[in-house]
């Protein structure tokens, strides 16, 4: 049997009759009985820019359709996909370039100049967000077969940043997102009855594994959104069944007069995750629309671990269980601990990633013997097996779900004329949950503007990671061991964002 995931998509796709497998705007823009064809040409038009099973395509593109296409057929060929953030900025994009080696980068037409003077001899084509742009030029008429892969071969790199360092690509084979798709379409109840109103980045697992997936494997169709409207979400529910978001999104739902019992009448399924759910979003949901979320744990790493029941108690505050096929432990140090101790949790199972691309060091580092994978999030787990998250013992903060590491922004900061040291720490905001601060010291002698560190922090980093404020102190708090107490920060900027 062909290991490749997109055969199995194919397999699904053609017992979908005429069914759109993607609807925007209430247009039907692509079919299910047209995927085979459709993908076959575009992974033929890659395979005449050098594409072949095993190499690299970057893609930094606006999410569109076409998008959707080119990661089908990207997998149909058997390349590796390498999706980016579309916040990212050229300096961050030089690296994912030097590092994941494509011999196809994809870019907006806008970035191709910039994206040119950044690669050696990939291949660089262009795709807007209308249809727009060269990786349309010259389809050849001959379509490309789906390549035939064995399970282990890899299917995609996403980056994912760390505590120390640089970004590291987690390598993901094609059994790895099968495992995951196959477990949560028994788990969730997945049937080809089901329309999925898609809201979410297709550049991480959440957006392009956990839902494009979900709907493929199942032979859904998808309700596209470009961007996330709430009155146009809610205003879709009654044609949708299945909706998956960050926190942030189930908070700007509940903001809108629209979001009723009624309104949410037609949907069976509402799914959050990648940040921490608040216990009173979570009650005020099911207090406006008589529906529980269920909210689920996962990692770029390791796709989806841990999830609420679909027929059971979906307790606020809670992660639910470990999948059905994988298997989790909460240690401290070498030692499990008793139920209801925190630890830091990790997993073992064929969801769990291959490595970090190029990176042997990094990979053996965040594994123990046994194929266990430390997901560095602390955890307690009950008697019977249910998972609660209680904090992180790795320095990240989660901003509106997308993840920020403290240590990159502070190497920028401090790298700044007239900075001495600086702490970046998250603290609660009301809409992305938490809100990035850096706390800086100056050198001696030097008056630091808050407004000039903004300003020269703009090419270098995504506008998501920069922070919301600055404040410039005399000093930052040490503990007698000469550490930074960012705990102690945190707390004197608590509400600074509370709304
Ligand atoms: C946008 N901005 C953000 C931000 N998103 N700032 C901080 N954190 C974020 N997440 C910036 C914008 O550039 C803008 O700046 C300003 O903040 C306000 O923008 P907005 O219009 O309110 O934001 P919006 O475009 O609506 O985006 C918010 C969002 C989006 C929550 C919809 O960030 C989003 O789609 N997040 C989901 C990310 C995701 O898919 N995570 C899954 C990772 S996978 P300005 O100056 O222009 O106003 C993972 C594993 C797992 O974690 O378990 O799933
Ligand atoms: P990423 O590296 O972007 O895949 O982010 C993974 C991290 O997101 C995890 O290690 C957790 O810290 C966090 N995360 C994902 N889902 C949840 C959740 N439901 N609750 C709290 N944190 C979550």
């Not at 149909?76 to 080696?101: C, I, K, Q």
Request: aromatic share 6%; glycine share 10%.
């Amino acid at each position: 049997m062909n290991g490749n995931i997109f055969s199995r998509f194919l397999s699904v796709a053609a017992e979908q009759g005429d069914k759109p497998f993607l609807i925007e705007e209430g247009q039907a823009i692509a079919r299910f009985a047209d995927l085979d064809a459709d993908t076959a040409r575009l992974a033929a038009r890659l395979e005449a820019l050098g594409g072949k099973a095993g190499e690299r395509i970057v893609v930094q593109v606006e999410k569109s359709p076409d998008n959707v296409l080119l990661y089908l057929s990207a997998l149909r060929l058997g390349m590796v996909y390498v999706p980016l953030n579309t916040a990212y900025t050229a300096s961050e994009l030089e690296y994912f370039l030097s590092d994941a080696e494509p011999v196809i980068v994809v870019c907006r037409p806008d970035d191709e100049a910039t994206v040119r003077g950044l690669v050696g001899s990939a291949a660089v084509v262009t795709l807007g967000e209308d249809s727009s742009g060269s990786l349309y030029d010259d389809v050849p008429d001959e379509g490309a077969p789906v390549a035939e892969l064995g399970p282990d071969d890899l299917a995609a790199i996403l980056y994912t940043s760390g505590t120390t360092g640089r970004s590291k690509g987690a390598m993901l084979t094609h059994a790895n997102l099968l495992s995951n798709a196959e477990t949560l379409h028994g788990l969730w109840c997945w049937s080809s009855e089901d329309v999925l109103l898609h809201i979410l980045p297709i550049y991480h697992v959440h957006g392009l594994f956990v839902a494009l997936h979900g709907a493929l494997l199942a032979g859904a169709t998808i309700l596209f959104h470009r961007n996330f409207d709430p009155a146009k979400i809610i205003g879709e529910f009654d044609a949708a069944t299945v909706l998956m978001g960050v926190p942030t999104h189930y908070g700007r739902l509940l903001g809108s007069p629209e979001l009723t019992p009624d309104a949410c009448a037609h949907m069976r399924l509402f799914v959050s995750g990648s940040a921490p759910l608040l216990a009173e979003v979570h009650d005020r949901f099911a207090e406006q629309t008589g529906q529980r979320i269920l909210e689920r744990y996962g990692m770029t790493e390791t796709g989806m671990i841990t999830s609420n029941p679909y027929d059971g108690d979906r307790l606020a505050g809670t992660v639910g269980y470990a999948l059905p096929g994988e298997e989790v432990r909460i240690r401290v140090g070498e030692s499990d601990v008793a139920p209801g101790e925190p630890g830091v949790l990790e997993v073992r199972g064929p969801n769990v990633f291959a490595g970090y691309w190029r990176n042997p060091d990094k990979t053996a580092e965040e594994f123990r013997e046994g194929g266990w994978f430390v997901t560095g999030d602390v955890a307690t787990m009950a008697e019977d097996g249910r998972i609660m998250l209680v904090g992180r013992a790795k320095d990240l903060i989660i901003s509106g779900g997308l993840n920020v590491y403290p240590k990159e922004i502070e190497e920028a900061i401090d790298a700044l004329p007239g900075v001495e040291e600086s702490a970046v720490i998250g603290v609660p905001h009301a809409d992305m949950g938490e809100g990035v601060v850096a706390v800086v010291v100056a050198r001696k002698g030097v008056v630091l503007d808050p407004q000039a560190i903004l300003a020269a922090l703009e090419n270098q980093l995504a506008k998501f990671k920069r922070p919301r404020h600055i404040a410039v102190v005399d000093a930052l708090p040490r503990n007698a061991m000469g550490k930074v107490q960012k705990a102690e920060l945190r707390r004197v900027y608590a509400v600074l964002f509370a709304g």
